[in-house]
T-cell receptor, first 114, second 113 residues
Framework: DQQVKQNSPSLSVQEGRISILNCDYT??????FLWYKKYPAEGPTFLIS?????DKNEDGRFTVFLNKSAKHLSLHIVPSQPGDSAVYFC?????????????FGTGTSLTVIP | KAGVTQTPRYLIKTRGQQVTLSCSPI?????VSWYQQTPGQGLQFLFE???????NKGNFPGRFSGRQFSNSRSEMNVSTLELGDSALYLC????????????FGQGTRLTVV
């Protein structure tokens, strides 16, 4: 049972425009959310995170929005650059969990067209 | 500061064999988690080790096992390999349990033929 879902396997955006990547989750106990970026032949690298006590977190060109009532989060990249082309995974965890188990989505492959 | 190191990077094994993968976490990190990545399935959690003890386990058969050593290095073992075990196996380390961020290695690409 996939508790974190990324329903768009791929997304293409023109350079300079906004990229919006979406993620839905089903477990209401999740209270910490992360986005990872993955290039081919490399491991995922941490991009940005958000706690459930917030609805927005911004870091440079990257902003994550959280809508708890809809169990939905999104990653906005503005402006998009060709170097942003990668697979983006969202992940969720429950604080107070005894372990470091993150639940990942299946990923969205972003292509930024120059 | 060196990152998470996984060895080997690539591995080809025959069905029925067993395999051991290795992960060296970032210095000072005591939590090591393992994930399996297959096309269309995202990253599936295998297990997590902290202070040489398995703290959390995902929904994988008993053929998948692991351990952690006193220096926090971790190994993952898969016995009686099946074709469906072909995947990218990723290791992630964190400073402590319940940390809000994990740092991933480059992964080991296992192909079972």
């Amino acid at each position: 049972d996939q508790q974190v879902k990324q329903n768009s396997p791929s997304l293409s955006v023109q350079e300079g425009r906004i990229s919006i990547l979406n993620c839905d989750y089903t477990n209401s106990m999740f209270d910490y959310f992360l986005w990872y970026k993955k290039y081919p032949a490399e491991g995922p690298t941490f991009l940005i995170s958000i706690s459930s006590i917030k609805d927005k977190n911004e870091d440079g060109r990257f902003t994550v929005f959280l809508n708890k009532s809809a169990k939905h989060l999104s990653l906005h990249i503005v402006p998009s650059q060709p170097g942003d082309s990668a697979v983006y995974f969202c992940a969720a965890s429950a604080w107070g969990n005894t372990g470091n188990q993150f639940y990942f989505g299946t990923g969205t492959s972003l292509t930024v067209i120059p | 500061k060196a990152g998470v190191t996984q060895t080997p990077r690539y591995l080809i094994k025959t069905r029925g064999q067993q395999v051991t993968l290795s992960c060296s976490p970032i210095s000072g990190h005591r939590s090591v988690s393992w994930y399996q990545q297959t096309p269309g399935q995202g990253l599936q959690f295998l297990f997590e080790y902290f202070s040489e003890t398995q703290r959390n386990k995902g929904n994988f058969p008993g053929r998948f096992s692991g351990r952690q050593f006193s220096n926090s290095r971790s190994e993952m073992n898969v016995s009686t390999l099946e074709l469906g075990d072909s995947a990218l196996y990723l290791c992630a380390s964190s400073y402590r349990q319940g940390a809000t961020e994990a740092f991933f290695g480059q992964g080991t690409r296992l192909t079972v033929v």
